[in-house]
């Protein structure tokens, strides 16, 4: 394989690496973003806030 030949083949790994990088980045915003939807839609005011944080620190360990 020449230099050339290498250099093409890094450069396709490196832009489908980015390409993946966005599309798990996406996917995890549009969870998050359905998840506090959710909740604001069921608990108002200061409550949100309890519920969003009883979300976070449940969802730390993977529950």
């Given at each position: 394989?020449?230099?050339?030949?290498?250099?093409?083949?890094?450069?396709?790994?490196?832009?489908?690496?980015?390409?993946?990088?966005?599309?798990?980045?996406?996917?995890?915003?549009?969870?998050g973003y359905g998840d506090v939807s959710r909740l604001a839609s069921e608990h108002s005011g200061a409550d949100f806030w309890r519920a969003l944080a009883r979300h976070i620190f449940k969802n730390l360990s993977g529950a």
């Open positions: 394989m020449s230099a050339r030949a290498d250099a093409i083949f890094k450069t396709v790994l490196q832009i489908v690496a980015i390409a993946l990088l966005v599309l798990i980045i996406g996917i995890i915003l549009h969870k």
